[in-house]
């Protein structure tokens, strides 16, 4: 293979029909601030999702700090070490005490049978991430929650489209946010959005990514500049139209990867959860102590094939400077994420990569 394989290439639809949304942006000259876009695509994403509000956001980071305001969280929140850094840079960003929580070693998702002993007269909140958009044990997490009076807040970056018994995951917990990064199975460049339950949330959610304005004069809270760009939005209307096509190639990617790796020794495919609950959005492997090569060697050995697979998600959150001071940190706290941070490769999943593609990495993988 000469051409680089990246872990991930965004879908993108045919230029030319991007070409009338940017007619119509030229021609309103409207180009932010809640413009025809931005409502259309919280209208469509409310519908293609079956969610009953989201507001739209500049990037999953932002949608991510305003959750945690909008629910006036403050304090100390439970969360995972095993996610993209953003998650908890959430809650610094919030003067938030972050206590990690250690996962559950098949989902990767935080442990709920771990998280009661972490919870003090401090605790607000609880912040799990559907890692892969593989769901939380969300029944468990909303009862620790409701016992002991916490608002849940998921960070469903990864979960996009996810639905458990025909309901959508982001219907859970008090708020989702999600991320339309490039990278992510739904993109809008960059981009984010906050799922919530009721028009009151979302208006205050409104306000507080419009700086905290209420009108021309009023001004209510410390809010943010988090809105999307009508490019953006447009770019993300068009998107959805393709969601569902993206959605069945990545599923036979998916498949076929644990076809061609099934009996390979010390490779261990995670998920395989099916349609209900998974988006295919990752393809994360674990590589075994009886693999001939260590995780980082397979890394190298792919790489030096010009094959970029990740090590999402290594090193954990709670081993980055500002965090491993923390008790929670401590790696003896959280010996799944520490042991899973060393085995896990995410391999290429995206809806061009080719059978060839595929067949040459898991290759190189078999090969001795
Ligand atoms: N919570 C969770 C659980 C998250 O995973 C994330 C983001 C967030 C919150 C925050 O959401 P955002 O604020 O980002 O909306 C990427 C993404 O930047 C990040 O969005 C994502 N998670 C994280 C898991 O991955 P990198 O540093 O790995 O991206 P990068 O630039 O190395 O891209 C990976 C590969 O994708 C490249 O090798 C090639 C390909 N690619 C990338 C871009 C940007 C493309 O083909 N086209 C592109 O435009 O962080």
Known sequence: MNNPIFVTRPYLPPLEEFMPYLNKIWDSQILTNSGQFHQQLEQALCEYLGVNHIALFTNGTI???TALQALRITGEVISTPYSFVATTHALLWNGIKPVFVDVDPHTLNLDPAKIEAAITPKTTAILPVHCYGYPCDVEAI???ADNYNLKVIYDAAHAFGVKI???SLLNYGDLSVLSFHATKVFNTFEGGAIV???AKTKLRIDRLKNF???DEVTVVATGINGKMSEFNAAFGLLQLKYADEALSKREKIDTLYRKLLQ???GISCLGGYGKQSSNYSYFPIMVEADYPLSRNGLYDKLKEKNVFSRRYFYPLISDFPMYKGLASANRSNLPVATDVASKILCLP???ALTQDEQLFIVD???KK
């Open 364 to 366: 190189l993988i078999k």
């Open 142 to 144: 909303q009862k620790i």
């Open 263 to 265: 009996d390979v020794k």
């Open 196 to 198: 919530c339950p009721d």
């Open 165 to 167: 018994n025909e309901n």
């Open 212 to 214: 905290g304005f209420v």
């Open 349 to 351: 999943i995206y809806p």
């Open 63 to 65: 949608a991510l700090v």
